[in-house]
Structure formats: structure tokens, C-alpha cells
């Protein structure tokens, strides 16, 4: 995963993009492009997902039972494999989230509160 600031990749605390895709998938099923597309507009092109990150990312969620998957059409008419969240994977996406939001907090303590000159 990219962000807008760092083209050349941003190293992500492990498992966050897993995250990202059971948080968008919690809304519908969608195929993997649609997936990439949906967490850039969240995070306001911040985020951009790379393809070589996100299809082995969906595999490990499926092999690990928290997706499923089926083929389909999409809406511009071509063959896509098509997401779905299992109820296994909404557990799993409560207990990441919450572990994810202690994290979070916990280096926002470590970096103290954001001065205007840093700004």
C-alpha cells in the first residue's frame, strides 16, 4: 500500500490492509479493483492500494475463512472475482479493529500532541 506523500511505499504496521478490506467489504461485496477504489476515496487519496499488496492480501483472507469469493460480471462488463465477508471475518474485523484503535492511541501518546510548528 502506497500513501499520496511517499510514492515509494510507506511500510504499514502488519496486517492494516487485511483490515481496510474487512471494514470495505463490511458495506457489500465488491471485486478487488472496486476493493482498491473504495479505500482510496475513504481515506481521501491518501491510501492507494497497490495490486501486488491487494490480491495476495484477498487470498490470505479467504484461505483464512474471513472472505469468500465467487466469480461474476462487473459493471463495465468483465469477469471479476467478487468478495464477500464472512460471518467469521466480521468477528475477526471487530477484534482487529479494536487491537488497531489501542495501537493507534498509543503512539498518538508517544508523539504527544501536534505543536503548530510541526504543522
Avoid: C
Amino acid at each position: 500500500m502506497l500513501t499520496r506523500r511517499d510514492k515509494n511505499g510507506t511500510a504499514l504496521l502488519q496486517g492494516t490492509l487485511d483490515l481496510l478490506i474487512l471494514r470495505t467489504l463490511l458495506f457489500g461485496s465488491n471485486h478487488g479493483q472496486g476493493i482498491a477504489r473504495a479505500i482510496q476515496e475513504q481515506s481521501e487519496d491518501v491510501l492507494l492500494v497497490d495490486h501486488g499488496a491487494l490480491y495476495p492480501a484477498l487470498d490470505r483472507l479467504e484461505t483464512r475463512g474471513w472472505t469468500s469469493a465467487k466469480w461474476g460480471v462487473s459493471s463495465n462488463n468483465r469477469k471479476a472475482r467478487f468478495y464477500t465477508l464472512t460471518s467469521k471475518g466480521r468477528k475477526q474485523l471487530v477484534k482487529e479493529t479494536s487491537q488497531w484503535r489501542k495501537v493507534a492511541a498509543a503512539i498518538g501518546r508517544v508523539l504527544g500532541p501536534e505543536s503548530a510548528e510541526e504543522a
